[in-house]
């Protein structure tokens, strides 16, 4: 019996990870990979100058967000979503919801960069050589894309490695609510607190097996990659 | 019949000027070579020809007719082929590279397609090279890839930034056994640049020097060469 509800409280998180995890990546990418394609481009070009600061100050936020510490987006969903907050009528602290806001906020930016850097280190050569072969703007920018899939690629699972291993921002938006907002870092921390190592080492396990299955997807990814 | 003419053109790079008023005229199917020293400006020429690049000032002509920057390039660039002097292939088969010029158009069918690039692969001896990745080509073999995407629409000007530069001298005599073919039988008009004298020789009818620039001296081989064949560079 104890032994049942042990393996079904692992499962429970374990899921609960993977689907907080999987759709803060899954709406991030669906934000982010058109972003990070369209100032990957380098379309503003000297043209207008106004164009150009506004260029250079998304990206530098861009980066900037993308070493956003968890624990402060974790704060900020937080205050935002807190009872008294703005966003406090939304009902949405400590269920998952709140916790794949934290983790989106985290992921966007992250996928924002990778798949910018990835795009415009082919852009210029592939745009340019796809123009001279007689492609319109459009079909040579579908060869851009297709051209930095690999980094696009990389930019998910980068996003989604780093998603299911963060603590600090879904501990405070999300609660750490047993059975209902405990995911496996999360649960790594209240169990080893609570001293029940066996439990915290098998999340420990698993939250390991999945980072390695990531960068295992990663490596593969590079291997395949095309050489430059 | 003249095929490209240019009027006075100059281009600047933020201020640093590159061209300056170039003038001349290539005929049709005229094999055209320019040659000059590092820097002097050939590729920018060529990547204006290409229009890549709006020149600064000045004026070119294509059968007569000026090009127009506010009107889209993409039909006029259509009958143009160029081959890079640093080559870029796409992250796909030898065959799909070729391909890709012409599934772009999309005018043929996709039998025909089949047909001219395997014939294109054929006259760059690159037989049995078409399901192979393009990246994993060797410069050499890339290069005469290059050549052939821009030889497989059989456009009507052909301009050529040193396209033998990294190739052995007996692929250096297929790419010019090719050249030479298509200049004189499809009348194709070749603009090339090269740093080897020989091959200059060998395919120009007219050379021009580029030095800085700017024109220094236009004709044939005997005419541009023949009093200072002690040119060093
Ligand atoms: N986009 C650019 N921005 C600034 N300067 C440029 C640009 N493109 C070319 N230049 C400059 O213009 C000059 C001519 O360059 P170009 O590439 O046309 O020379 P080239 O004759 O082809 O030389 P090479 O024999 O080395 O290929 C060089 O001094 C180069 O630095
Ligand atoms: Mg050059």
Known sequence: ???DLFLKEIINIT?????VSGTAVIIGAVIGIPVGTYLGFRQFKLKRTIMRLVDVMLKSLVNTFMGLPPVVVGLVVYLLLTA?????WLGLLYTPAAMVITQLIMVVPIIIGVTMSAVASVES????????LGATENQAAWLVLRESRVGVLTSIIVAFGAAISEVGGIMISGGNIRWLTRT?????????????????????AILLSIAFAINLALTVLQLKGPRR | MIAVELLNVSKEYSGRVVLRNVTFNVHEGEFFVLVGPNGSGKTTLLRILDLLEEPTSGKIFFDGEEVDYY??????????GMVFQQTVLFDMSVYDNIAYPLRIRGSLSKDEIERRVMNVLEDVELR????KNALTLSGGEAQRVALAQALVTEPRLLLLDEP???????????????LSRLNKERKTTIIMTTHNMFQAERLAQRIALLNEGEIRAIGTFREVFGYQSQLTW
Do not use: C, H, Q
């Open chain 1, 1 to 3: 019996m104890v032994e």
């Open chain 1, 15 to 19: 899921i609960l990870s993977l689907r």
């Open chain 1, 84 to 88: 008294s907050g703005p966003l406090g």
């Open chain 1, 125 to 132: 050569s592939i745009r340019e050589r796809a123009i001279s």
């Open chain 1, 184 to 204: 496996l870092t999360t649960a790594i921390v209240v169990e080893t607190e609570l001293g029940n190592y066996s439990m915290a080492l098998t999340l420990g």
């Open chain 2, 71 to 80: 009107k889209d390039r993409v039909p006029l660039r259509r009958k143009i």
């Open chain 2, 128 to 131: 049995g090279f078409d399901r």
């Open chain 2, 164 to 178: 033998t530069a990294n190739l052995d001298p007996k692929n250096v005599s297929i790419v010019e056994g090719v």
